[in-house]
């Protein structure tokens, strides 16, 4: 049924993982989306990173750019653009306290595409170390034409995520 949200992949994070790659993306959808709920960090204050993958490999080159309108409670919001990244940056400030977790919607466009660029839409909210509400707002382009299979999750400074995190990836119904 058009619209529909088909399963491709979950990773439910039991044992200690520095990251998350998430696979399955081809021709059958043109749109993909991603979930990430109860996302949290084994060590406090560190930055949720996404990255495309090639082959399951996660591309690590200068050629991520961002742009978000961040959102807080405890202060007024901002916006932000970054060019020439190695990967996108979801969150930041993650912390491990028993009330700071994020949740995260991402729509994947052009990924299975070998002469398109990859972008991306997101919206992330999160706890962070003061125990402020944090939302980010944007998206993202990897400006390299070429075709992705997936996307991967890590945390600053190769931090594990703690037992619970969980990462999914659905096709959108042509």
């Not at 990924?111 to 003061?130: I, K, Q």
């Not at 997936?150 to 659905?170: P, V």
């Amino acid at each position: 049924m058009a619209g529909s949200l088909i399963k491709i992949q979950e990773t439910i994070v039991s044992s200690a993982v520095s990251s998350v790659t998430l696979t399955g993306i081809d021709s059958t959808f043109d749109v993909y989306k991603v979930v990430g709920s109860n996302i949290k960090s084994a060590s406090d204050d560190k930055d949720l990173f996404m990255r495309v993958t090639v082959g399951g490999t996660a591309q690590t080159t200068s050629n991520y750019d961002e742009a978000t309108k961040n959102l807080r409670t405890d202060t007024t919001f901002s916006n932000s653009s970054l060019l020439n990244l190695d990967r996108w940056q979801p969150f930041s400030a993650l912390g491990n306290a028993t009330a700071e977790n994020g949740n995260l919607v991402c729509y994947l466009f052009n990924f299975n595409n070998a002469s398109e660029f990859s972008f991306c839409t997101r919206e992330s909210l999160y706890n962070v170390a003061d125990l402020a509400l944090f939302g980010m707002q944007g998206g993202g382009v990897y400006t390299v034409a070429e075709a992705h299979d997936g996307i991967n999750f890590s945390l600053e400074s190769s931090t594990n995520f703690s037992s619970g995190t969980t990462f999914s990836l659905y096709g959108l119904g042509k």
